[in-house]
C-alpha cells in the first residue's frame, strides 16, 4: 500500500513537468508578449527591446523554461510581469474564493443529486425515473454561462433578492454562481447514481436481504447504496479535482474573483508566469485529489483494500489494465 | 463487441430476418423516442446549417446593420427580436448553427483521427510505445479542458479554425483511452491472431480487423464529444477567445447580449435555448446509441 502511494507520488513528477513544459512553450508561440502591453504606446522598438531584456524575454525559449523550471523546483513560481506581486501571492489571493464556489457546487449537487438518483433507479421504468433522467439530461445540455445569466436575471435582476455578482455579500453571493456551476455536476452525479444502483439493485443479496425482512429503506441505504457508492465517488472525486480549474466560465459570468479570472485576465495580458503558474498548481491540485480518491476507495471497498495488500508486480499491472477499461 | 441478440424475429417461413450488428442496433434504436427525436433535430439542424447559406444574404440578413429596427422586442417581422444594430436575431441564430456545428463536427474529427490512431497503436503495440503515449495522454488531459482550449487559442490568435483546433486537440485524450481499451479487448481475439499468422502488416490488421471491432464505443464517444466540443466553441466565443464579432456565433451573441440583459433578455435567451437544443439532441442521440449498440450497458 504504501509502495503503490509513493508510485503514484513520483509518477506525478512527471506528468507536472510535462505541463508546465507544455503550457510554457504553447503560450511562447502566442503573438506580442508583455512587453507590448507593458510599453506606453508611444515607445519605439528600442524602448521595447530594452523592457524585452529587462525581463529576460529575449533569451530563447527553453532557456527561460530552464530557468523557469530551477526556480519552481525551488518552491518559486516567479514574478507577475504585469502586477508587483508574486505569481503565489496572486495565485493564494484568489484560490479560496474558487474553492470555496467549487465545495459549495459539489456539496450542492451530491445533496441533489444522490436522492434523485436513488429515486429514478428504484421506480425505474416508471415516468417518476422518466422525469428524473429528463431533469438530468436537460441539466447536462445546458451551457452553464446561459444558465448562469438565465438565474442573475430572474433573481438578481427581476426579483433582486440576490446580488448579480461579486463576493462581497458573503452567502448570499454565493448562491447562484453554486447553482450554476452544481447543475452540470447534478446531471451527470444524477446518471451514474442510477446507473450505478440499477446494477445493485438486481444483485441476489438484495433479494436476500428482502427476503429475510429488512425493511426498504434499510435495503437501500445499506445494503445497495454501499455497493453502488465506487462509480458514484469517482464522479464526485473527479468534480472536487476539477473545482479549481472548472469555474472560469462562471466566474466570469458573476465576477467572481477567483483563479479562473485571473486566468483570463493573466492570458490577456500575456502574463505568461501567472498563467503557467496558476495552471500548474490547478494540475498539481487535481492529481493530488484523484489520489486521495483512489485511496479513499480502499476503506469505503474492502475488496480492494485487499487487492493493495496482495499487489505483486504482475497485479499492479492488472490494475493498470482494468482502469484503462473503466476509462 | 459482442453480437447479442434480441429475440430473434421471425418472418412467414419461420427463418430468423438476418441483420449485420449495425442493421441491428439501428432496430433497436428505433423503439427508443428519445434518439430518435434527437436524430431528427440533428438532421433539421444540419439542413439549417446548409441552407441558411443559400436562404440569408450574409452581409444583409445576418451581419447587416439596420438601425432603424434596432432593440425590438421579437413581433411579427421579427419573430425574435432585433439586436443594438437592428439584426434580426432568428436570421443570426439560424445562420450561427453552421459556426456551432462546423467546429464541433471539425474539433471531433481533429480528435478522432488523431485519438484514434494513437489508441490503437498503444493498444496493439503495447511496450514503450504504448508507455509513451499514454503518459503523454496523462499529461494533456491532467490540464482541465476548459483551461488547456483557453490557453491554446489564445496562443494561436482568435479565428475558426484555431478554435477548432484548440477544441480538437484538447478533446484528443478520450479518443486515445477508449480507443486503446477496446483494442486491448479485442488485440488477443483468434480472428486477429489468424490475420497475423498469414502475414498481414501491422497497419492492415489495425485498419481491417481491428478497428472495426471496436468502433461502437467509438462512435457513442464521438457523438456525445461533439456536443460538449459545441458548449466548448460557445463558451471560448462568449469569452471573447472564439469567433470574433460580427459573426453570428451563438457564444458571442449570447456575449453581445449580456449588456443588455435587464432591459432586453431576449437576446441571450435565445442564443442559448439555440445551444441547449442542440447540445441536447446530440446527448440523447448519444444516449441512444450507447443502449442500441451495446445493449448489456442498457439498465
Given amino acids: ?327 | 463487441m459482442a453480437k447479442k441478440q434480441q429475440k430473434p424475429k421471425l418472418d412467414a417461413n419461420g427463418e430468423r430476418k438476418q441483420r449485420s450488428q449495425f442493421g441491428e442496433a439501428w432496430h433497436r434504436m428505433k423503439k427508443d423516442k428519445g434518439a430518435m427525436l434527437g436524430l431528427a433535430v440533428v438532421s433539421i439542424l444540419v439542413l439549417v446549417a446548409i441552407l441558411s447559406n443559400f436562404l440569408l444574404d450574409y452581409d444583409t440578413d445576418v451581419v447587416g446593420m439596420n438601425t432603424k429596427e434596432r432593440l425590438q422586442s421579437p413581433n411579427a417581422k421579427h419573430l425574435l427580436g432585433t439586436d443594438e444594430y437592428g439584426r434580426d436575431i432568428l436570421f443570426r441564430i439560424l445562420y450561427g448553427s453552421r459556426y456551432s456545428l462546423s467546429v464541433g463536427l471539425v474539433a471531433v474529427a481533429i480528435a478522432l483521427v488523431a485519438g484514434v490512431t494513437l489508441g490503437a497503436i498503444a493498444g496493439y503495440k503495447g511496450g514503450a510505445v504504448e508507455e509513451v503515449i499514454m503518459r503523454l495522454t496523462d499529461i494533456f488531459s491532467s490540464v482541465p479542458n476548459m483551461l488547456m482550449a483557453l490557453v491554446v487559442v489564445s496562443a494561436l490568435g482568435q479565428s475558426m479554425l484555431n478554435l477548432m483546433i484548440a477544441i480538437g486537440v484538447t478533446s484528443i485524450p478520450q479518443f486515445v483511452r477508449i480507443t486503446r481499451a477496446t483494442v486491448l479487448t479485442v488485440r488477443n481475439q483468434e480472428y486477429v491472431e489468424s490475420a497475423r499468422a498469414i502475414g498481414l502488416s501491422t497497419p492492415k490488421i489495425i485498419i481491417s480487423h481491428i478497428l472495426p471491432n471496436s468502433l461502437s464505443p467509438i462512435i457513442v464517444q464521438t457523438t456525445l464529444r461533439v456536443a460538449s466540443a459545441i458548449i466548448s466553441a460557445s463558451s471560448l466565443s462568449f469569452l471573447g477567445l472564439g469567433i470574433p464579432a460580427p459573426n453570428p456565433e451563438w457564444g458571442s451573441m449570447l456575449s453581445g447580449g449580456r449588456k443588455f440583459i435587464r432591459d432586453y433578455p431576449y437576446m441571450t435567451l435565445y442564443p442559448g435555448l439555440a445551444i441547449m437544443i442542440t447540445v441536447l439532441s446530440l446527448n440523447l442521440l448519444g444516449d441512444g446509441l450507447r443502449d442500441a449498440l451495446d445493449p448489456k450497458l442498457k439498465n
Fill in chain 1, 1 to 327: 500500500m504504501h509502495r503503490y502511494v509513493l508510485k503514484r507520488i513520483i509518477l506525478l513528477i512527471p506528468v507536472l513537468l510535462g505541463v508546465s513544459m507544455l503550457v510554457y512553450c504553447i503560450l511562447d508561440l502566442a503573438p506580442g508578449d508583455a512587453a507590448d502591453i507593458l510599453a506606453p504606446d508611444d515607445a519605439t522598438l528600442e524602448e521595447k527591446e530594452a523592457l524585452r531584456e529587462e525581463l529576460g524575454l529575449n533569451r530563447p525559449v527553453l532557456v527561460r523554461y530552464f530557468e523557469y523550471m530551477w526556480k519552481l523546483l525551488h518552491g518559486d513560481l516567479g514574478e507577475s510581469y504585469l502586477s508587483p506581486v508574486s505569481v503565489w501571492s496572486a495565485f493564494t489571493q484568489k484560490a479560496p474564493n474558487t474553492l470555496k464556489l467549487g465545495l459549495a457546487s459539489v456539496i450542492f449537487a451530491v445533496g441533489t443529486s444522490l436522492p434523485l438518483g436513488i429515486y429514478a433507479a428504484r421506480h425505474r421504468g416508471s415516468w417518476k425515473d422518466a422525469i428524473s433522467m429528463i431533469l438530468a439530461i436537460l441539466g447536462l445540455s445546458m451551457p452553464n454561462f446561459w444558465l448562469g445569466l438565465l438565474l442573475m436575471l430572474l433573481f438578481a435582476l427581476r426579483l433582486g433578492w440576490l446580488p448579480s455578482g461579486g463576493a462581497d455579500m458573503g452567502l448570499r453571493s454565493l448562491i447562484l454562481p453554486t447553482i450554476t456551476i452544481g447543475t452540470g455536476m447534478m446531471a451527470t452525479l444524477t446518471r451514474t447514481t442510477r446507473s450505478s444502483m440499477l446494477d445493485v439493485i438486481r444483485q441476489d443479496y438484495l433479494r436476500t436481504a428482502r427476503a429475510k425482512g429488512v425493511t426498504e429503506e434499510v435495503v437501500i441505504k445499506k445494503h445497495a447504496l454501499k455497493n453502488a457508492l465506487i462509480p458514484i465517488i469517482t464522479i464526485i472525486g473527479t468534480m472536487l479535482g476539477g473545482i479549481l480549474g472548472g469555474a472560469t466560465l462562471t466566474e466570469s459570468v458573476f465576477s467572481w474573483p477567483g483563479v479562473g479570472r485571473l486566468i483570463i485576465d493573466s492570458l490577456n495580458g500575456r502574463d505568461t508566469p501567472v498563467v503557467t503558474g496558476c495552471i500548474i498548481m490547478t494540475t498539481m491540485f487535481f492529481s493530488v485529489v484523484l489520489l486521495a480518491v483512489d485511496l479513499i476507495y480502499a476503506f469505503v471497498d474492502p475488496r480492494i483494500k485487499a487487492q493493495y495488500a496482495s499487489k505483486s508486480k504482475k497485479g499492479g499491472e492488472k490494475k493498470d489494465g482494468e482502469k484503462a477499461a473503466e476509462a
